[in-house]
């Protein structure tokens, strides 16, 4: 069974960093595209940021662009978020997800974690 599991969320106070894993098991996750995405409460899930199976392709949303980066490791079948300079608007649910095609549209993910909740506050 195709599982995804993100660890690493928290509380950090506005400016800080935290650093997202997503590891895949029963499947290569060498294979896949992996989006972040994050979900608010009472806001639509949008697209954090999108990386090709060979990282070759690599997108960001804008909200999080100079802030956030995302690398994998295919031998450890996990990818990575990092967050850096924190906002409080960042506070939401962020999952992984998992698909054979390099998207950034949620809908096209096949496969999902069950999320880790980041919060930024003071």
């Not at 599982?3 to 400016?15: A, D, H």
């Not at 392709?57 to 100079?66: A, F, P, Q, T």
């Not at 999952?95 to 003071?122: H, K, M, N």
Request: charged fraction near 20%; glycine fraction near 10%; proline fraction near 3%.
């Amino acid at each position: 069974q195709v599982q995804l599991k993100e660890s690493g969320g928290g509380l950090v106070q506005p400016g800080g960093s935290l650093s997202l894993s997503c590891v895949a098991s029963a499947f290569t996750l060498a294979h896949y595209a992996i989006g972040w995405f994050r979900q608010a409460p009472g806001k639509e899930r949008e697209a954090v940021s999108c990386i090709s199976a060979s990282s070759s392709k690599i997108n960001y949303g804008d909200s999080v662009k100079g802030r956030f980066t995302i690398s994998r490791d295919n031998a450890k079948n996990t990818v990575y978020l990092q967050m850096n300079d924190l906002k409080p608007e960042d506070t939401a649910v962020y999952y992984c997800a998992a698909d054979l095609s390099f998207t950034c549209q949620p809908w096209e993910y096949d496969y999902w974690g069950q999320g880790t909740r980041v919060t930024i506050d003071s």
